[in-house]
């Protein structure tokens, strides 16, 4: 058990340009999550994947904000034509398809900062 | 709906003193509470749980958490801060399969340790 890995764990790019984020959820872990956190705020939902299906969005996930699990393994999170309120810190979480008992496990978080 | 309330963005005490960290929740059904720390640019770490049973829980690094359900309550301490200590403490609430076992968070309280 490696943990959820997080990939890269910065990124600063120009307004208007797309990228990408990926997670690598604890291997067996059915359920992966998408949060993002803005400085001094707690982590809020933006998405989450139980094996490849995507079965709920938050209202903060904008039409430019896609995420994909194609093979219910690792994830991608794609921030399209970036806007300078885009930055903040996203971070990925991964727990088992059990009870409310188990805890979700988090990533370093990949911090984007749009210029 | 269930909602997490941290009261105290900012609580600052002495190195050896008590830490108490506030935290009420609203839930319309027995909650599943936890407390995690996060570390300058890193991910959120797992401090304790509750689910069920003992009301007072204890976890990693001394700190420790009693579930009080007549006051919708879920407070941290830790009987002597170390300057270690000093991170952002986010207390959530895990909602349940209607919600796809989301952990949703506070807004956060940030220790400082004073020496």
């Known amino acids: 058990d490696t943990g959820v890995s997080q990939n890269p764990r910065h990124k600063i790019t120009k307004r208007g340009q797309n990228v990408t984020f990926r997670c690598d959820p604890i291997?067996?872990?059915?359920?992966l999550y998408w949060y993002r956190q803005t400085l001094g705020q707690g982590p809020e939902f933006l998405t989450y994947?139980?094996?490849?299906?995507?079965?709920?969005k938050s209202r903060l996930l904008s039409d430019r904000f896609s995420a994909e699990r194609p093979k219910g393994s690792f994830s991608t999170l794609e921030i399209q034509r970036t806007e300078q309120g885009d930055s903040a810190m996203y971070l990925c979480?991964?727990?088992?398809?059990?009870?409310?008992?188990?805890?979700?496990?988090f990533g370093q978080g990949t911090r984007l900062t749009v210029v | 709906a269930q909602s997490v309330t941290q009261l105290g963005s900012h609580v600052s005490v002495s190195e050896g003193a008590l830490v108490l960290l506030r935290c009420n929740y609203s839930?319309?059904?027995?909650?599943?509470l936890f407390w995690y720390v996060q570390y300058p640019n890193q991910g959120l770490q797992l401090l304790l749980k509750?689910?069920?049973?003992?009301?007072l829980v204890k976890g990693i690094n001394g700190f420790e958490a009693e579930f009080k359900k007549s006051e919708t309550s879920f407070h941290l301490t830790k009987p002597s801060a170390h300057m270690s200590d000093a991170a952002e403490y986010f207390c959530?609430?895990?909602?349940?399969?209607?919600?796809?076992?989301?952990?949703?968070f506070g807004a956060g309280t940030r220790l400082f340790v004073k020496a």
């Open positions: 979480a991964s727990r088992r398809d059990a009870g409310l008992d188990t805890e979700a496990f």
């Open positions: 291997s067996e872990h059915n359920r």
């Open positions: 994947f139980q094996n490849e299906a995507q079965l709920e």
């Open positions: 839930s319309s059904v027995p909650p599943y």
């Open positions: 509750y689910t069920t049973g003992a009301t």
């Open positions: 959530a609430v895990t909602r349940g399969n209607t919600g796809g076992f989301k952990t949703i």
